[in-house]
């Protein structure tokens, strides 16, 4: 009986994969980057706030950061620093649009800070929400968050994701 | 080069991705524990996703079982941990992991409506730089023998509140004793059944 090794069938697939993106900017005769950025990307489907940034914290008040919009081609640094209440970060979520990537960048006690890059052609928005506590963050016990951003949906199954799902 | 319209390759390439991506589901969902001396499964929190959104997750072994294991032997793609939900694929990012606690994952929930995970870890009690043939071994209590000059090494986590393990090897008249401290308990493993 014929065995086929799981590996080399991964393998072929993202070959094939690889070979189909190719084939398209070739019948197309343009840049790749720019029909990704044009034509993949929901720029109006907005990712909700989940509540994820107080999931496991003790004593957690969430505190949100302001509405940042970001241009294209824009990158931005935010900090988000919690209250002398409850002083000490934990973890942390957000409300944006699917074409920007969040990626939290530095962790002190008390604050954490994030980049925010935009990956399409339109303007888009991200509000930060970090939860903080009385206790201090420990990494080890509870995990953290790196980074948000949503899949490409545009084109894929627009009946079923529509602008704006959730 | 055979003219396909983009539209439907485009869509070829996504239905493409989500056969590999269920191809990585399936081997992720093994036991955390398969192939792991020494282990116990931890369980992290559950999170909620969006649809078709992706986060990074750093998760961490923790307590007497410190260590996380990526068994993987091509490209250190793992599947030492497992996950509850098959609207997920969780892609490990070995060059991430450089803290022997440490697993990095990119994870996206590509069903259509909000979706929670849980991950667990194969959390084991012996670093993976035990040298132990067949995966043969024992906990043992610290026997104070003397110590092998020049293998005490301390790992923190990154971060403002570092959490250490200590490390280190014993010579005993029987052979090596690989010995960790965390958080004031220590233990060590020596090979052998």
């Known amino acids: 009986m014929l065995r086929v090794n799981g590996d080399i069938v991964k393998a072929a697939v993202t070959v094939a994969a690889m070979v189909l993106a190719w084939s398209v900017t070739e019948v197309e005769g343009r840049n790749a980057r720019a029909l990704l950025h044009e034509h993949v990307f929901d720029t109006e489907r907005l990712l909700d706030h989940t509540g994820s940034e107080c999931v496991g914290v003790p004593d957690c008040v969430s505190v949100e950061g302001p509405v940042t919009v970001l241009g294209v081609d824009q990158i931005r640094v935010l900090a988000v620093s919690c209250p002398d209440s409850h002083p000490f970060g934990w973890h942390w979520d957000t409300e944006q649009h699917e074409h920007l990537h969040v990626r939290l960048v530095g962790r002190t006690r008390t604050a954490l800070t994030f980049s925010m890059s935009n990956r399409a052609d339109a303007a888009g928005q991200s509000r930060i929400f970090v939860g903080c506590s009385t206790q201090l963050f420990d990494v080890t016990r509870s995990g953290s968050q790196q980074s948000r951003s949503g899949v490409r949906s545009k084109s894929q199954f627009p009946w079923l994701l529509g602008g704006g799902a959730r | ?193």
């Not at chain 2, 999170?47 to 990526?70: F, L, M, Q, V």
């Not at chain 2, 939900?85 to 070995?94: G, L, S």
């Not at chain 2, 870890?121 to 043992?140: A, D, E, M, R, Y």
Request: glycine content about 6%; aromatic content about 10%.
């Open chain 2, 1 to 193: 080069m055979t003219a396909i319209s983009r539209p439907a390759a485009t869509q070829l390439a996504v239905v493409l991705g989500i056969v590999m991506a269920l191809a990585y589901a399936g081997a992720a969902s093994a036991a955390a524990c398969d192939g792991v001396p020494q282990c116990e499964p931890q369980t992290q929190a559950s999170i909620r996703y969006s649809a078709w959104e992706t986060k990074g997750w750093a998760y961490y072994c923790t307590g007497d079982h410190p260590y996380y294991w990526n068994t993987a032997q091509v490209l250190g793609f793992g599947n030492n941990f497992s996950f509850d939900n098959k609207c997920f694929t969780v892609t490990e990012n070995p060059f991430a992991e450089d803290e022997p606690s440490k697993f990095d994952a990119t994870i996206t929930n590509f069903c259509f409506k909000h979706e929670n995970i849980t991950v667990t870890l194969g959390c084991s009690q012996q670093s993976t730089g035990v040298p132990c043939k067949n995966n043969t071994s024992k906990v043992v209590k610290d026997p104070n023998c003397p110590i092998v000059s020049g293998t005490q090494k301390t790992f923190c986590s990154q971060g403002p509140v570092p959490a250490c393990i200590q490390v280190w090897e014993e010579q005993c008249a029987s052979g090596a004793v690989y010995c960790t401290a965390d958080e004031a308990v220590i233990w060590c493993v020596t090979c052998g059944p």
